[in-house]
């Protein structure tokens, strides 16, 4: 893989000027990468359809991505190191873990920087985006990659998505939030089968008690930081995100499922307790139903089997094989 250009859009000093510690001063630094990789060479083979995708005259295919960068203003005093901090849904993540702070999509105030763990030790760091499907809104991070052509158009394959919507909806995007769906070559309104990574059962009674504890001063955090469930609704407070959250109860409606159905869930959740996960699949209607709990010998204990993520997919595709049949 090769980077062909490197466009930059943004380079202003952080905080002014001020320094962190002995590292001195740092800069942001922002803009685009370009690259091109060769679909022949062994390394790039694995890319899914990357032969599909057009070349240049080079026989290269093209594509870029946003990147961020906050570096010491003087290199001799960082530290030389550098933390690739990989965006999460485009969102920049590091500075809320190390730096004891809010997250911003473009860090700029001293209360961005927080506690200045990261820069006060000189580290170097840097995002890019790798998801094609990420909007250029509220600072998101995306990737700009080529549609991949058969010999008779676009191509078209089976996609998996999982859907949460809030209120009774008739229609969802085959995308994660507001992210850029994939178009949709069917409506059909049928469902052959239905996997559950992880239950829910009433998600404001979930976050109730969740607050509820924070706010009791027993813990100091939470697992799931209350901003994530305001960004995901789009509003600024902790009152207007428990109303959107009202209408969020499965109560009555998994009864209604009568497909095939697989639920996943870690013996050890401590986002969702395993009750949650058994009251839920207890209510679907379905005849053919399946309650997986991962136990912490066989990994797979924690929260959407985040110790031990292959065994939790591994199980899902098996399952699947198994009740959809494909090619028979």
Known sequence: MTVTALEITTRVPILDGRPFGEAGPYEKIAGRLRFAVDPAHPQHRAITDLELAPRNAAGRVEFSGDFYLLQPRDPDKGGRSLLVDVPNRGRKVALAMYNSTPRAADPTTA???GNGFLMRWGYTVAWIGWQPDVPRQDGLMALDSPRARGAEGPVTGRLRCQ???????????????????????SLEPR???????????????????????LDSGTVPSLSVPPEHLMWVFGVKSRAEAM?????FRLDGIV?????????LHGAGDEQIPLAIAEKCFAAVGSKEKTLKVFQREEGGFHHCQVDNITIGTNYMWDWAADVLKPGT
Not at 178 to 185: C, F, Q, T, W
Not at 197 to 204: E, H, L, N, R, V
Not at 255 to 263: G, V
Request: with cysteine; proline share 8%; net charge positive.
């Open 255 to 263: 009864q209604k499922m009568k497909c095939p159905f697989l639920l």
């Open 243 to 247: 109303k959107k959250l009202g209408g």
């Open 111 to 113: 209360e961005d920087f």
């Open 163 to 185: 859907w949460r919507p809030n209120a009774r909806v008739d229609t969802l995007p085959l995308a994660d939030r507001y992210h850029i769906p994939y178009p949709a070559a």
């Open 191 to 213: 469902y052959a089968a239905c996997i559950a990574w992880g239950a829910q059962w009433d998600y404001y009674d979930t976050w109730k008690k969740r607050f509820d504890l």
